[in-house]
T-cell receptor
Framework: DQQVKQNSPSLSVQEGRISILNCDYT??????FLWYKKYPAEGPTFLIS?????DKNEDGRFTVFLNKSAKHLSLHIVPSQPGDSAVYFC????????????FGTGTRLQVML | ETGVTQTPRHLVMGMTNKKSLKCEQH?????MYWYKQSAKKPLELMFV???????ENNSVPSRFSPECPNSSHLFLHLHTLQPEDSALYLC??????????????FGPGTRLTVL
């Protein structure tokens, strides 16, 4: 049973426009969420996180929104740049546990010129 | 840029071979992790070490044997693997402060092929 789901395997966006990547989770106990970006032949790179006590966290061009009632989070990238083309993973965790992160399957973002 | 290094980056081995993967973190973290990433599947947590002590073994077959001699180094010893073990093996580390949210930082991975 997959507790973290990224239902869109791929997304194409024009340069300069907004990219919206979505993630759904089933375990209401998760209390923090992270987004990672992965380029080919590299490990995932931490991008941004959000605690369940917030509904929004912003860092430059990246904003993560959390809707706890819908068990849904999204990553917005504005404006999208060609260097943003990568696979994006969302992950969910429980504070104070054995630091187990549960990952989604990833969404491949392609930003076109 | 990453403070987590992994060697080798690529490894091809036969089913009767014994090999080891190495991970080193330069971030002063307390916890280290092994993950397996197979094609089109989520990252699967294999092992967790906290202050050199194994705190998690996620039902991993015994042909994978982890070793953590100190908080900066982590090994994954491999023996009599199966072709289905071919995957990207990722190491990660985190600070693991009690009561705090914990961000894991990943190495570049070892691409393993079992023939």
């Amino acid at each position: 049973d997959q507790q973290v789901k990224q239902n869109s395997p791929s997304l194409s966006v024009q340069e300069g426009r907004i990219s919206i990547l979505n993630c759904d989770y089933t375990n209401s106990m998760f209390d923090y969420f992270l987004w990672y970006k992965k380029y080919p032949a590299e490990g995932p790179t931490f991008l941004i996180s959000i605690s369940s006590i917030k509904d929004k966290n912003e860092d430059g061009r990246f904003t993560v929104f959390l809707n706890k009632s819908a068990k849904h989070l999204s990553l917005h990238i504005v404006p999208s740049q060609p260097g943003d083309s990568a696979v994006y993973f969302c992950a969910a965790g429980l504070t104070g546990t054995a630091s187990k992160l549960t990952f989604g399957t990833g969404t491949r973002l392609q930003v076109m010129l | 840029e990453t403070g987590v290094t992994q060697t080798p980056r690529h490894l091809v081995m036969g089913m009767t071979n014994k090999k080891s993967l190495k991970c080193e973190q330069h971030l002063g973290h307390n916890a280290m992790y092994w993950y397996k990433q197979s094609a089109k599947k989520p990252l699967e947590l294999m092992f967790v070490y906290n202050f050199k002590e194994q705190t998690e073994n996620n039902s991993v077959p015994s042909r994978f044997s982890p070793e953590c001699p100190n908080s900066s180094h982590l090994f994954l010893h491999l023996h009599t693997l199966q072709p289905e073990d071919s995957a990207l093996y990722l190491c990660a580390s985190s600070l693991r402060l009690a009561g705090e949210t914990d961000t894991q930082y990943f190495g570049p991975g070892t691409r393993l092929t079992v023939l």
